[in-house]
């Protein structure tokens, strides 16, 4: 177990760490596990940034414990309710039910349903200053970095943004700065993914909020998972990792399909023979590479058969992972596939486009068995009908 440390001068990390988690929020593989980072500020006031979750609140009260007893704290400031930040919150309460929450009047609501409690409560205005003592906070709202009611704080003397999920990966070691972490390369692979599974879906917040950071002089950023960036250089570069990605175009025609007797995939092929575009076998794909593609994607085709009377998991899937990707809602998309008797496959895959508010070609394209010659020439005039509507 890693003990509380300095960040800076009367700023202590009073995290935790959980090596376990090797699947972060079901759909990250984190083979290094993650950490819950918490600050704790001694100044005039105290004040704790962000808690832990809930199976390491013990050791993270703990932690806080051997720096100043629990009583002692002012002010909690709980830059995101997502429980894995803000779970801790309940043992300190019982604790000290005299601290003050600080938090946005969005995440007051929330809260009360993670502690189950009343609490005494400042709500976090944008912008809005607090003084501690020879120091000040600064909160800026950050709606949907990546739940409605985010924001992240600002030390203004120290020049430190604690960002909470923002900046943060599932990597650390144990000197934990990024100045003295060895394993850099696979520091910025973890730190991309979280990015890009956790931030990324909500592209157009994560550019405002870019932009609104840009006012700051920033001098080191403390996330609340994973590596502390302490450096001119990483800071630069964490901003780049965003930014790039959320820039790249989105252009691509991808034809995304699974064929259990190759019949769907004969549709797909005919597809592309029409119009071009990539195709994608999802049955041999990874997840990466799923993600990749309709990452950048304008219209998606999705193919499947009907399996027993579903349909395809990995079609089923592929169309979920679609929630994973920047603007996705009202993406264009087109079903097609195969079946042999009752054909549920593609009107299960209808119910979810509808319900993912995706803008769905209708009509979907089926055929019994093996497409004939003639149902290949209706394919191809179906999906350049799809291509060619605005
Ligand atoms: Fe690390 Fe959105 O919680």
């Known amino acids: ?35 819950y ?3 704790l500020i001694l100044d005039e006031k105290r004040v704790l940034i962000d808690t832990t979750e809930e199976k390491l609140a013990k050791e993270w009260l703990e932690k806080i414990e051997n720096v100043i007893p629990a009583e002692e ?24 039910p005299n601290v003050t929450v600080i938090a946005t009047p969005q995440a007051k609501i929330l809260l009360k349903e993670v502690v189950n409690r009343d609490f005494n409560f400042m709500p976090a205005k944008d ?26 704080t600002y030390l203004v003397e120290d020049k430190i943004l604690f ?46 909020g870019l932009e609104k950071l840009k006012g700051l002089e920033i001098e080191m950023i403390a996330p609340s998972h ?61 997840r990466e590479e799923v993600l990749e593609k309709i990452d950048s994607a304008k219209a998606i085709f999705f193919g499947a058969p009907t399996l ?20 996705w809602r009202g993406k264009r998309i087109a079903l097609f596939g195969s079946y042999g008797w009752s054909g549920e496959g593609i009107p299960l895959l209808e119910e979810v486009a509808k319900k993912m508010r995706l803008k769905l070609y209708q009509p979907s394209f089926r055929v019994k068995f093996a497409p004939s010659e003639e149902e290949i020439e209706k394919a191809k005039k179906w999906a350049r009908a799809f291509i060619e509507t605005p």
């Open 127 to 152: 912008g809005m200053e607090l003084k501690i003592g020879k120091r000040t906070l600064k909160f800026i709202q950050m709606p949907f970095w990546h739940w409605p009611e985010t924001m992240m």
């Open 308 to 327: 027993n009377g579903m349909t395809a998991p990995q079609t089923l899937e592929a169309m979920i992972l679609l929630g994973l990707t920047p603007d």
């Open 226 to 286: 994973g590596v502390i960036i302490d450096t001119r250089e990483g800071i630069e570069k964490a901003f780049e990792v965003y930014e790039e990605f959320l820039k790249k175009p989105r252009n691509k025609i991808i034809i995304a399909y699974a064929s259990a007797h190759g019949n769907v995939e004969k549709i797909a092929k005919a597809i592309h023979e029409e119009i071009g575009g990539e195709l994608l076998d999802l049955a041999y794909a990874s």
């Open 1 to 35: 177990m890693i003990g509380s440390f300095e960040v800076k001068k009367n700023i202590y990390w009073v995290g935790t760490i959980d090596p376990a988690k090797k699947v972060f929020d079901l759909v990250i593989d984190s083979p290094y596990g993650t950490t």
């Open 37 to 39: 980072n918490s600050y």
């Open 73 to 96: 704290i002012n002010y909690v400031v709980i830059n995101h309710v997502e429980p894995d930040h803000s779970a801790g919150l309940k043992l300190l309460l019982e604790k000290n």
């Open 163 to 208: 960002p909470c999920d923002g900046f943060g990966s599932n990597y650390f070691e144990e000197s934990f700065f990024y100045s003295k972490i060895q394993q850099k390369e696979t520091y910025w692979r973890e730190f991309w993914k979280y990015f890009r599974f956790v931030l990324a879906p909500f592209r157009k917040f994560i550019i405002q």
